[in-house]
């Protein structure tokens, strides 16, 4: 299976920082790397796939990178409905797998 | 606009077996692969496995000789069956769209199954 490392476990922002997040996968693969937020209580809302594909209605302040095993979500001028849980899911291969997940907290 | 529709008991038997259905509106289920996944607060996401309408399933390794999936096109339905089932998977299951980017973009609610007696 391909694990998904997730950085960091939670973070601590204000309204307007920046917030950066990486998952780094155990192999080489693809960019099949999607993104997800979830708030409590919710489902997972998918942000990004593909790697730096924004879905669409995502807010533009949403964005996504790749660079060999590791992938980035930044989430530049943070708004509070942006305070919620991430998540990374590579679909290189099966099983697809998720990262531990990151929680965006108010600072 | 889609929607996917969780359903089936909130309470298992510990050795008994887990049932769920997904029920999809707003689009066929002939156009698209859907999963189910599962969050339990020890594991975070799982995925467990994805139908096809064709009848095509795959499962994660870890549930494979528990599982079964299956899909009714005339109900608009795909289903999952999980037998001998432990407190470990009590959890969150969600049901899921496949998009075209490899990615999850439409989902259930979420159902909750407790594994207790």
């Known amino acids: 299976d391909i694990q998904m490392t997730q950085s960091p476990s939670s973070v601590s922002a204000s309204v307007g920082d920046r917030v950066t997040i990486t998952c780094r996968a155990s192999q080489e693969s693809s960019s099949w790397v999607s993104w997800y937020q979830q708030r409590p209580g919710t489902a997972p809302k998918l942000l990004i796939y593909a790697g730096f594909t924004m879905e669409s209605g995502v807010p533009s302040r949403f964005s996504g990178s790749a660079s060999g095993t590791d992938f980035t979500l930044t989430i530049n001028n943070l708004q509070p409905e942006d305070f919620a849980t991430y998540y990374c899911q590579q679909a290189n291969s099966f099983p697809w797998t998720f990262g531990q997940g990151t929680k965006v907290e108010i600072k | 606009q889609v929607q996917l529709q969780e359903s089936g008991p909130g309470l298992v038997r510990p050795s008994e077996t887990l049932s769920l259905t997904c029920t999809v509106s707003g689009d066929s289920i002939n156009t698209h692969y859907f999963s189910w996944i599962r969050q339990s607060p020890g594991k975070g996401l799982e995925w467990v496995g994805y139908v096809y309408y064709s009848g095509t399933t795959n499962s994660n390794p870890s549930l494979k000789s528990r599982l079964t999936l299956s899909i009714d096109t005339s109900k608009n339905q795909f289903s999952l069956k999980l037998n001998s089932v432990t407190a470990a998977d009590t959890a969150i299951y969600y049901c899921?769209?496949?998009?075209?980017?490899?990615?999850?973009?439409?989902w259930g609610q979420g159902t909750l199954v407790t594994v207790s007696s």
């Open positions: 899921a769209r496949h998009s075209g980017g490899a990615a999850l973009d439409y």
